[in-house]
C-alpha cells in the first residue's frame, strides 16, 4: 500500500492519502507516478514538517531566518577587515619559508589557515566599495584565490617550480589588491 502525495494548499504544505481509496461521491485527482510516496516517507515529512512548525511557533521567529548562512554575510564590518587584512596577508606570504624548506604539508596546513581568513577579508572589503570599483577588485580576488588553490595542488605534488610560480603571482596579485584598496 502506498501513500499519494497531493499539495493543493501551500499552507498545510501536503496532504497524504492512501493511494486507491478516497472519499465515496468525490473523485480522486489523478497525480504523476512519481509523486506516490510510502507510508514511512510520509511519516518522515510529517514529522519533518511538525518540528518545523512547533519550532516557528516555540520560537517566534519564522523558519526561513532560521536558516541563515554566516558564510554568506560575514560578520565582520569593513573597518575591522582594513584592520587586520595586511596581518592575514602577511601571514600568507611567510609560508614562504616552508616552501624554501620543501616542507609541503606544513606549506599547505599554513597556506589554507592564512588564505581563510584573507579570503574572509577581502570579501568584506570588496563588498564594502562602490560599485564600480568592484568587478576590478573581484577579478584580481578571483585570481589570488586561484593561484592559492593551484599552490595547494602543486605543494600536494611537491612540484617545486609551479609552488614557485603560483607563490610569485600570489604575492603579484596582493600587491595589485592593495594598491586598489
Known amino acids: ?11 498545510l504544505g501536503f496532504v497524504c492519502r492512501l493511494h486507491g481509496h478516497s472519499n465515496p461521491g468525490h473523485a480522486a485527482p489523478s497525480l504523476p507516478e512519481q509523486l506516490l510516496i510510502g ?6 515529512a510529517a ?11 516555540i520560537s517566534g521567529s519564522s523558519v526561513a531566518s532560521a536558516l541563515e548562512f554566516r558564510f554568506t554575510a560575514p560578520e565582520q564590518t569593513p ?5 587586520v587584512v595586511k596581518i592575514h596577508a602577511r601571514e600568507l606570504v611567510r ?8 616542507s609541503w604539508r606544513e606549506a ?5 589557515e592564512s588564505s581563510s581568513y584573507l579570503k574572509q577579508d577581502l570579501y568584506t572589503i570588496i563588498q564594502a566599495k562602490p560599485g564600480r ?9 578571483s585570481h589570488l584565490f586561484n593561484d592559492v588553490s593551484r599552490l595547494d595542488y ?8 609551479r609552488v614557485q610560480e603560483c607563490f610569485d603571482n600570489i604575492v603579484a596579485t596582493l600587491d595589485e589588491i592593495f594598491v586598489l584598496i
Open 95 to 102: 609560508i614562504k619559508a616552508l616552501i624554501d624548506s620543501q
Open 108 to 112: 599547505q596546513i599554513a597556506l589554507r
Open 47 to 57: 514529522a519533518v514538517a511538525a518540528a518545523l512548525h512547533a519550532k516557528e511557533a
Open 133 to 141: 570599483q568592484r568587478p576590478q577588485l573581484r577579478k584580481l580576488y
Open 154 to 161: 602543486a605543494a600536494r605534488d611537491k612540484d617545486a617550480g
Open 79 to 83: 573597518e575591522e577587515a582594513d584592520a
Open 1 to 11: 500500500m502506498s501513500l499519494r502525495h497531493c499539495s493543493t494548499n501551500p499552507s
Open 39 to 44: 507510508r514511512r516517507q510520509a511519516a518522515a
